[in-house]
T-cell receptor
Framework: NAGVMQNPRHLVRRRGQEARLRCSPM?????VYWYRQLPEEGLKFMVY????????ESGMPKERFSAEFPKEGPSILRIQQVVRGDSAAYFC???????????FGSGTQLSVL | AQTVTQSQPEMSVQEAETVTLSCTYD???????LFWYKQPPSRQMILVIR??????QNATENRFSVNFQKAAKSFSLKISDSQLGDAAMYFC????????????FGSGTRLLVRP
């Protein structure tokens, strides 16, 4: 049973471009969570999704950021018109249900030039 | 608002010795959980140990144990018989009992293990 898979592992974008980060949860997991880790800081919650639904996006910036978890395929975190302050490691976690242990992926390191 | 504070940016320990990493937190909730996560250079977040606030007994996982002082809101991690593979960033985290996914992390402690 493969763990939570995130790709790409590293992503470089120029200011103003779009970044798309992908997360495939563990098999059998229908709950996905995105966290962001700024340099020298701990992870911060961004959004919680179940299949086709956003449950809690209280940690998402109001502009330029969006997330989806379609019926088929991976969860996508999309950042439009990236700025240097978006440079961070973005982690995805999944769980089989609510109130169960979260399994983290290895993150995507986004660098904005 | 809940906060988690790790006041040691970096700690160093000799292989086979014991080291304690500190963590304090602030909350007005009575139902909550505390965690220690390990983040090696691979970046993957690995759950080391978990403590339920309602349990008075300190959690233990092999060489890892915690000292949970609820009144003082302190949650330190003790690593016994340190190994080279223990070198990593360690994050203390908190979550409310009714919010299973919203972990609040401290800023981390980098642990160096000297051979």
């Amino acid at each position: 049973n493969a763990g939570v898979m995130q790709n790409p592992r590293h992503l470089v974008r120029r200011r103003g471009q779009e970044a798309r980060l992908r997360c495939s949860p563990m098999k059998g997991h229908s709950h996905v969570y995105w966290y962001r880790q700024l340099p020298e800081e701990g992870l911060k919650f961004m959004v919680y999704l179940q299949k086709e639904n956003i449950i809690d996006e209280s940690g998402m910036p109001k502009e330029r950021f969006s997330a989806e978890f379609p019926k088929e395929g991976p969860s996508i975190l999309r950042i439009q018109q990236v700025v240097r302050g978006d440079s961070a490691a973005y982690f995805c976690a999944s769980s089989p249900g609510l109130d169960e242990k979260l399994f983290f992926g290895s993150g995507t390191q986004l660098s904005v030039l | 608002a809940q906060t988690v504070t790790q006041s040691q940016p970096e700690m160093s320990v000799q292989e086979a010795e014991t080291v304690t990493l500190s963590c304090t937190y602030d909350t007005s909730e009575s139902d909550y959980y505390l965690f220690w996560y390990k983040q090696p250079p691979s970046r993957q977040m690995i759950l080391v140990i978990r403590q339920e606030a309602y349990k008075q007994q300190n959690a233990t996982e092999n060489r890892f144990s915690v000292n949970f002082q609820k009144a003082a809101k302190s949650f330190s991690l003790k690593i016994s018989d340190s190994q080279l593979g223990d070198a990593a960033m360690y994050f203390c985290a908190y979550r409310r009992g009714d919010s299973s996914y919203k972990l609040i992390f401290g800023s981390g402690t980098r642990l160096l293990v000297r051979p």
